[in-house]
């Protein structure tokens, strides 16, 4: 799945593939489900892709900058490491892009009935 957003004004392509959990334990050596269920377990994003305030002091945010970059990563190869990448943006506003990427955090761990 692909997806273009914005961010700081800049559109960047972002991409999951079925390497996604596995690129980002490569780059980042944590077990992406590991920190997505951490994740679950510390705070609540309501339907509306929204983060509930009241549990966001016990949110990790840094998974979602990491995942940002594995979904950027896999669009565009030629992105460099993480910080760098996220030094070439004036902000970051990550409470706006958790929505944007909640589509391709889904497909990621989503699986199909048959």
């Given amino acids: 799945m692909e ?16 390497a996604t959990a596995l690129r980002y334990k490569a780059q980042f050596q ?13 705070g609540k994003v309501g339907e509306d892709g929204k983060v509930d305030p009241s549990t966001i002091e016990s949110m990790d945010f840094e998974f979602f900058y990491n995942f940002t970059w594995v979904l950027a990563k896999q669009a565009d190869k030629k992105i460099e490491d993480p910080l760098t990448w996220l030094d070439s943006f004036d902000s ?10 909640q589509d391709l955090l889904y497909k990621t761990i989503q699986s199909k009935k048959k």
Wanted: no cysteine; net charge neutral; hydrophobic share 45%.
């Fill in 3 to 18: 997806k273009t957003i914005v961010i700081d004004g800049r559109e960047v392509k972002l991409k999951s593939t079925g």
């Fill in 92 to 101: 970051f506003p990550i409470m706006d892009i958790i929505p944007e990427i």
């Fill in 30 to 42: 944590q077990d992406f489900f590991n920190d997505l269920f951490k994740l679950v377990k510390g």
